[in-house]
């Protein structure tokens, strides 16, 4: 009785794939709109991963969250090594964001890898753009931010 659930099991998993199928295809033939042409549009006017207004508020920010968060006072003091490691991966019809990574010294004297991104619309009132980092051995709390290795501060 049980290969005849799992055969049912697998012909309605196979159904249904095949039901979704089509659909999935004529979506990646849909004409893609891009964020710059939406009624309230992106102009995608954002710095490059080496700014210096960029790398000093990955800085500041990550000043903050260690002081605010983890009693530390750990700092970045030096970066080098920037490189951008995507740009708008996901395609146009995405807000911008620009993927980088670098290695930082802290406060410390320890090498760190950073990867970080600037995207549109992420500052104050999404008025113009913001970062969002994960310092390396550094991203304390794994299972609510940037899981391992900071994996999910990368494009």
């Not at 095949?18 to 710095?47: K, M, Q, V």
């Not at 911008?96 to 992420?122: F, N, Q, W």
């Amino acid at each position: 009785m049980r290969p005849n659930r799992t055969l049912a099991a697998l012909c309605l998993g196979l159904a249904f794939a095949g039901a979704i199928e089509p659909a999935l295809a004529r979506s990646a033939r849909e004409e893609i709109e891009p964020a710059e042409e939406r009624t309230f549009p992106f102009d995608a006017n954002i710095p490059g991963c080496q700014d210096p207004d960029v790398l000093e508020k990955v800085a500041s920010q990550f000043a903050e969250k260690e002081a605010k968060f983890w009693n530390s006072s750990l700092t970045i003091v030096s970066y080098d090594r920037i490189e951008r490691t995507a740009w708008r991966p996901w395609g146009l019809d995405y807000y911008p964001r620009r993927y980088c990574t670098a290695t930082a010294t802290t406060s410390d004297g320890i090498r760190r890898k950073v990867d970080y991104s600037v995207r549109e619309s992420l500052g104050i009132i999404g008025s113009t753009w913001g970062v969002e980092f994960c310092v390396h051995g550094l991203d304390r709390n794994l299972a609510y931010a940037y899981a391992t290795a900071c994996r999910m501060a990368r494009p």
